[in-house]
């Protein structure tokens, strides 16, 4: 009965608003509900990012690795320490002043900051950011044409450290990460490529994309 009322409400709907003059008002509907879903969504109250984590994070045991990738100052790192107070949590960033920040707030609590990016292989690139945002923004990328595309700002680099997880996993002598949270501005594919060695010995529970926070995906399982 409900499947075809649901049928029937979609095909009426297609009859009045399928119609070039309501494309505006379609968008606005898909992205109210890809919201709802917590696709481009950042409040962790509501897009079901802090719920998944407290509940993963609740399962795991004592001292559990949390890397937090492209931390920003850190606001990722403080819903970790609230779900899980004993994780150890290794966050990096690799912009200079935001990273300063990032290190005043966290530096003497447990908290691991490193200044560095992680990507598919290890040296120096070029990281770009707002011309405008001289301290640093969350938005520092290494695809700086996404950023003009779509904000059409004014843009500058600076060469930053990359080093790859496989390379840090063993500098830092870790032998699981339980989750591995990666905002890096479309940078992403490139920290998992460069991995192999982690997700071959299973070293790799879960990972977290910021493009949809509450999908998480299994990694060696």
């Known amino acids: 009965m409900l499947g075809s009322v649901y049928d029937r409400t979609i ?3 297609a009859r009045v608003f399928g119609r070039p003059a ?5 968008n606005y509907l898909v992205n109210l509900g890809m919201s709802g879903l917590g696709v481009g969504n950042p409040d962790s109250r509501c897009n079901g990012e802090r719920r998944v984590l407290h509940e993963w ?14 931390a920003s100052e850190g606001n990722y790192t403080a819903l970790v320490r609230q ?12 912009h200079p002043r935001t ?9 003497g609590q447990g908290i691991q900051c490193l200044p560095f990016a992680l990507g598919a292989k290890p040296g120096m690139q070029a990281l770009w950011d707002y011309e405008s945002t001289a301290q640093g923004s969350s938005h520092a990328t290494f695809y ?4 003009r595309r779509e904000t059409g700002a004014r843009l500058i680099p600076q060469e930053v450290e990359v080093r790859t997880v496989d390379e ?23 920290c998992l ?16 994309s910021n493009s949809i926070p509450c999908i998480w995906m299994h990694a060696c399982t």
């Open 83 to 94: 779900a899980r107070p004993d994780a150890r949590i290794y966050a990096f960033e690799p």
């Open 193 to 208: 490529k460069a991995q192999r060695e982690c997700l071959r010995r299973g070293e790799l529970r879960r990972f977290s």
């Open 99 to 107: 990273f300063a920040r990032l290190a005043a707030r966290w530096t």
């Open 57 to 70: 994070l609740r399962r795991c045991g004592p001292a559990s690795v949390v890397w937090d990738v492209g």
């Open 144 to 147: 700086p044409a996404t950023v």
């Open 11 to 13: 095909r009426i709907w």
């Open 168 to 190: 840090v996993a063993t500098a830092v002598t870790v032998a699981t990460i339980e989750l591995l949270k990666l905002d890096v501005e479309g940078n992403a594919l490139a």
């Open 22 to 26: 309501y494309r505006r008002f379609n």
